[in-house]
DNA sequence: TCAAATGTTTGATC
DNA sequence: GGATCAAACATTTG
């Protein structure tokens, strides 16, 4: 799944729909994103994490199928349907989510430009693209949001932290708020098997710039969109405007 | 049949 | 410790 974008639209959405039901006795309050893990939040302490993968869904009031792990019934006769075809997939019941925060780093939305300049400082040999889908690095972006992001910027995917010069980086940053932002209104890309806690695809795949856009032409300089391999992971850039 | 896929972890190597 | 890469997890899709 499931990036920043996705979690956080199946948390608006799971927040609407669940808050203060009753699951296995416990009364739901709260429904919570720490990057990519969802958390369920019970009145009396603990909770219930979810980690989606690449092809997990949380699908409220869904019917089972083939794919479904758990089936979570509510009190009130609603349930939760969490399917994962890749079953990379997890779910599990937390006494303390306080180690959460160590886990991860700034969440993507939250963290401020003088934060992630002197976190770059740190890194200065790291390639952009890797670094910004590292969770301890900055917390959310995941293949598909760093590869909009870096076009944005117009910054090449494999560039050295240390060779961007500051507006660059400002660029960097301020994309990865405002393509996140723009990604949650269109609830997420469904580029394969992502559906919202409604069991809706989201919207944002006909706003990729670049990803899974290869040998297609660039909307902003009619270059031509390539792909290469960094860190094991498909990188999509214009390869003429992206430098 | 082969390649690739929204993520993360682990181990090897320089 | 950093950086890079391959492999692993299990399955579907083109």
């Keep these: 799944m499931p990036e920043l974008p996705e979690v956080e639209t199946i948390r608006r959405q799971l927040t609407a729909k669940i808050i203060g039901k009753t699951l296995e006795g416990k009364k739901i309050v ?15 302490g603990g909770s219930l994490a979810f980690h989606l993968k690449l092809t997990g869904q949380l699908i409220f009031n ?24 890749r079953k990379f997939g997890w779910v599990k019941k937390l ?26 400082a740190r890194r200065p040999n ?17 293949n598909i949001y760093s590869d909009e992001i870096l ?27 405002k393509i996140l932002k723009k990604a949650i209104e269109h609830h997420g890309s469904s580029v394969k098997s992502y559906v919202d806690a409604c069991g809706r695809r989201g919207d944002f795949v006909k706003y990729h710039k670049v990803y899974q856009r290869e040998g297609e032409k660039c909307g902003r ?5 390539k792909r290469i391999k960094i860190g094991g992971r498909s990188a999509h850039f214009c390869g003429q405007c992206q430098i």
């Excluded at 932290?161 to 500051?166: C, D």
Aim: proline fraction near 4%; glycine fraction near 8%; include cysteine.
């Design 151 to 177: 076009f944005a910027a117009k910054v090449h995917p494999a560039r050295r932290v240390k060779t961007l010069s500051r507006r660059e980086v400002k660029n960097i940053f301020q994309n990865i708020k």
């Design 221 to 225: 300089c009619g270059g031509v969109i």
């Design 30 to 44: 709260k429904v919570r994103r720490r990057a990519k893990v969802l958390l369920v939040d019970f009145a009396r």
């Design 95 to 120: 006494k303390d989510t306080k180690f959460l925060e160590e886990k991860f780093g700034p969440e993507a939305l939250d963290i401020k430009l003088g934060t992630f300049t002197a976190r770059l």
């Design 126 to 142: 790291a390639k952009i693209k890797p670094l910004l889908m590292d969770q301890k690095f900055i917390a959310g972006i995941g």
């Design 62 to 85: 869904g019917q089972p199928s083939r794919a479904t792990r758990k089936v979570f019934n509510f009190d009130d006769g609603s349930r939760l349907i969490f399917n994962d075809a």
